[in-house]
C-alpha cells in the first residue's frame, strides 16, 4: 500500500515490532521465507524435479495396477498379454516428457542441407542417405533418410517382407564412402518369421537358389552350392 519495495531488510523492523508476527518467528521466519522463493533462474532444475516426482508416481500406480490385475483370473486375458499391456504402459511412461531437437537457426539448417547436398555432390551415387540397392527407390527418396518414417503397405503375399529384407541387407553390405570403412548397422524385427527364416529368404534371393530347396538340402549343381557358399562368406 505505501508502494516501497518489500524485502527482508525493509520488512525486518516489522517483523520483530509484531507481536503476532513473533509468534512464528518474527525476522526468522522471514528470512526462511526469502530463502524458500523460487525464482525463474532455477527453473529448469525445479522442472526436472517435478517431472521425475511425477514419474515416480505414475510407477507407483502402474504397479499397483499390475498387481491387482495379476490377481483377476480372467480367462480372456492370458498371462502373456498382461504382461504386454503392463510393457506398453512402462514404454509409454519412459516416453513422456521426451523431446528431440529442438528450436534452431535457420543459418544452422541452411549449412547442415549444404553439407548433405556436398556430401551427395561427391559421390556417384549422389546419394544424400543409405542406399536401398535398388537404383529407382534411391533416385525418387535419395536413399533411406535419418529423420525419414517409411511406411511399406501392401496386401498379403505381395512381397513386402522379401523387399524389405533385400533394401536391409543392401544397406548393410554397403560401405560407406570414408577411409574407415565401417558398414551401415541394420536391424531387422520381425514378428512373422524367425531369423532363419529371414537369413533364408535372403540367401535365396541373392543366390537364386529357391529357400525351400536349400532348407531341405536339396542342392542340384556344384554351380548351385558355390553361389550359396560365396554368399556366406560375403556376408560375413
Not at 498379454?81 to 541452411?110: C, M, N
Not at 518414417?149 to 554397403?174: C, D, E, H, Q, V
Given at each position: 500500500?505505501?508502494?516501497?519495495?518489500?524485502?527482508?531488510?525493509?520488512?525486518?523492523?516489522?517483523?520483530?515490532?509484531?507481536g503476532a508476527?513473533?509468534e512464528i518467528?518474527?525476522?526468522?521466519?522471514?528470512?526462511?521465507?526469502?530463502?524458500?522463493?523460487?525464482?525463474?533462474?532455477?527453473?529448469?532444475?525445479?522442472?526436472?524435479?517435478?517431472?521425475?516426482?511425477?514419474?515416480?508416481?505414475?510407477?507407483?500406480?502402474?504397479?499397483?495396477?499390475?498387481?491387482?490385475?495379476?490377481?483377476?483370473?480372467?480367462?480372456?486375458?492370458?498371462?502373456?498379454?498382461?504382461?504386454?499391456?503392463?510393457?506398453?504402459?512402462?514404454?509409454?511412461?519412459?516416453?513422456?516428457?521426451?523431446?528431440?531437437?529442438?528450436?534452431?537457426?535457420?543459418?544452422?539448417?541452411?549449412?547442415?542441407?549444404?553439407?548433405?547436398?556436398?556430401?551427395?555432390?561427391?559421390?556417384?551415387?549422389?546419394?544424400?542417405?543409405?542406399?536401398?540397392?535398388?537404383?529407382?527407390?534411391?533416385?525418387?527418396?535419395?536413399?533411406?533418410?535419418?529423420?525419414?518414417?517409411?511406411?511399406?503397405?501392401?496386401?498379403?503375399?505381395?512381397?513386402?517382407?522379401?523387399?524389405?529384407?533385400?533394401?536391409?541387407?543392401?544397406?548393410?553390405?554397403?560401405?560407406?564412402?570414408?577411409?574407415?570403412?565401417?558398414?551401415?548397422?541394420?536391424?531387422?524385427?520381425?514378428?512373422?518369421?524367425?531369423?532363419?527364416?529371414l537369413a533364408?529368404?535372403?540367401?535365396?534371393?541373392?543366390?537364386?537358389?529357391?529357400?525351400?530347396?536349400?532348407?531341405?538340402?536339396?542342392?542340384?549343381?556344384?554351380?548351385?552350392?558355390?553361389?550359396?557358399?560365396?554368399?556366406?562368406?560375403?556376408?560375413?
Amino acid at each position: 500500500e505505501r508502494g516501497q519495495i518489500a524485502n527482508p531488510v525493509t520488512l525486518k523492523n516489522l517483523f520483530d515490532q509484531d507481536g503476532a508476527l513473533s509468534e512464528i518467528g518474527g525476522a526468522t521466519y522471514l528470512v526462511q521465507l526469502a530463502q524458500s522463493v523460487v525464482t525463474v533462474i532455477n527453473a529448469e532444475d525445479y522442472g526436472r524435479t517435478i517431472h521425475d516426482l511425477y514419474l515416480r508416481r505414475q510407477l507407483i500406480d502402474l504397479g499397483e495396477i499390475t498387481v491387482n490385475e495379476a490377481y483377476i483370473h480372467d480367462t480372456d486375458v492370458t498371462a502373456v498379454q498382461q504382461i504386454e499391456a503392463a510393457e506398453g504402459k512402462l514404454f509409454a511412461l519412459a516416453e513422456t516428457g521426451q523431446t528431440e531437437g529442438g528450436p534452431k537457426d535457420f543459418k544452422t539448417i541452411v549449412t547442415s542441407a549444404l553439407n548433405m547436398a556436398e556430401a551427395a555432390y561427391k559421390r556417384d551415387s549422389h546419394l544424400t542417405g543409405v542406399t536401398t540397392g535398388l537404383t529407382d527407390i534411391d533416385r525418387k527418396l535419395g536413399g533411406l533418410q535419418p529423420s525419414d518414417l517409411i511406411i511399406l503397405a501392401g496386401r498379403p503375399s505381395m512381397g513386402k517382407t522379401a523387399l524389405a529384407t533385400n533394401m536391409g541387407f543392401n544397406a548393410a553390405s554397403a560401405f560407406k564412402e570414408n577411409d574407415t570403412g565401417t558398414r551401415y548397422k541394420v536391424a531387422f524385427f520381425s514378428m512373422e518369421m524367425s531369423s532363419e527364416q529371414l537369413a533364408l529368404r535372403i540367401m535365396a534371393e541373392k543366390s537364386g537358389v529357391s529357400s525351400d530347396r536349400i532348407r531341405r538340402g536339396d542342392i542340384k549343381t556344384d554351380e548351385e552350392f558355390a553361389r550359396i557358399v560365396k554368399f556366406e562368406e560375403k556376408s560375413v
